[in-house]
C-alpha cells in the first residue's frame, strides 16, 4: 500500500494484528530487512513496515532524506492508518529517526527500540567518509559503494554463515537509485546528537548492540541506554555478540526474542499505569 507525505508517495506493508509496532529499516536496503523479525511478531502484534523515502518502492522526494522527514513521514503513516500511538523501531537511520519522532511527537510513541544507532552526530572523520561516498556514487560507481557497505554493515560472523543474508541485502542496496544514495548521505551527515534527547524520553526503551558492529558499536550503544537512565527513563539493553550494524537481518530470532520480552514488558507497564 501507498500513502503520501510531504512530497513524496510511500510504500508500506502491515503484517498481524493486535498493538501496532512500526518498524524502520536501515540504509540502503527496505522493508524486507524487518521481515523475518515481523513474521515472528506479528502473531500478537500489528506490525507496520514502510520503506523509507528513497528505498524500495518509496520515493524520495527533493533534497537531503534527513531524520526529521523521517519522522514526519512516521507521523503522516500513523494519520493514514487511523493509529493513535504506536510502538517504534529502528535500526540505524531507523533508530536515528526514533530521536526526531520523539522531539516531534512524543504523544504518540508508546516505546521505542534503538537497534544498532549510536546517539551522537556523525563526527569529522564520518562526515568525511559520508562526503567520500557521495563522490563515489556521483562518478557512477555505486556498485563499489554497496560492496563497501556490505563489508561495513554486516558483522564478520554473517558474512561467514550467512551468505544468502547479504545477497539478499545486495540485491535490495542496488535497487536504490544514484540520486538516493546520494540524498540519505546528504541527511545522515547533517542529522543532530540526540544524547540530550535521549534523556528526555518517558517511555519504555529497548536498546540492542550488536557486538561485532563497528558503525554503532556496543560502547556508544551502552551509552544510549545510560543517558535514557540519567533521564529519568525506563530502558532494557541488550548485547548480541556475534552480530553486526545489520542485527536484526543477521540475527532475526535473537533480536524477535528481545523485542518481544520488551513489548511484553511495556504493555503490562501500560496496564499497570
Not at 54 to 66: E, M
Not at 126 to 143: D, E, F, K, P, T
Request: aromatic share 6%; charged share 25%.
Amino acid at each position: 500500500m501507498t500513502f503520501s507525505s510531504r512530497d513524496a508517495d510511500l510504500f508500506f506493508t502491515v503484517l498481524g494484528e493486535g498493538t501496532p509496532l512500526v518498524l524502520l529499516h536501515p540504509t540502503p536496503v527496505d522493508h524486507r530487512f524487518w521481515l523475518p523479525v515481523a513474521r515472528l511478531l506479528a502473531s500478537e502484534h500489528r506490525v507496520i513496515l514502510p520503506d523509507l523515502r528513497g528505498h524500495g518502492r518509496s520515493q524520495a522526494g527533493a533534497g537531503p532524506i534527513t531524520v526529521e522527514k523521517l519522522a514526519e513521514d512516521a507521523a503522516a503513516l500513523l494519520d493514514f492508518l487511523g493509529i493513535e500511538k504506536a510502538f517504534f523501531g529502528g535500526c540505524s537511520i531507523g533508530g536515528y529517526a526514533l530521536f526526531a519522532i520523539w522531539r516531534r511527537t512524543p504523544g504518540r510513541v508508546l516505546g521505542l527500540a534503538f537497534c544498532c544507532s549510536r546517539p551522537q552526530a556523525d563526527d569529522d572523520a564520518v562526515r568525511s567518509r559520508r562526503q567520500r561516498n557521495i563522490g563515489l556514487i556521483r562518478a557512477g560507481q555505486a556498485s563499489a559503494f554497496v560492496e563497501e557497505q556490505l563489508r561495513t554493515l554486516f558483522g564478520p560472523t554473517a558474512r561467514r554463515r550467512a551468505p544468502q543474508a547479504v545477497e539478499q541485502a545486495r540485491e535490495m542496496m542496488a535497487a536504490a537509485s544514484p540520486e538516493a544514495l546520494v540524498a540519505v548521505q546528504e541527511g545522515l551527515a547533517a542529522r543532530p546528537d540526540s544524547i540530550a534527547t535521549a534523556r528526555t524520553i518517558r517511555v519504555p526503551c529497548c536498546v540492542i548492540a550488536g557486538g561485532e558492529d563497528t558503525a554503532s558499536p556496543p560502547d556508544a550503544m551502552r551509552l544510549l541506554a545510560d543517558e535514557i537512565r540519567r533521564g529519568g527513563g525506563i530502558v532494557e539493553y541488550s548485547e548480541i555478540p556475534d552480530a553486526g550494524h545489520y542485527a536484526p537481518f543477521e540475527q532475526p530470532e535473537r533480536v524477535a526474542a528481545i523485542l518481544r520480552r520488551w513489548l511484553d514488558g511495556s504493555s503490562r507497564i501500560r496496564a499497570g499505569a
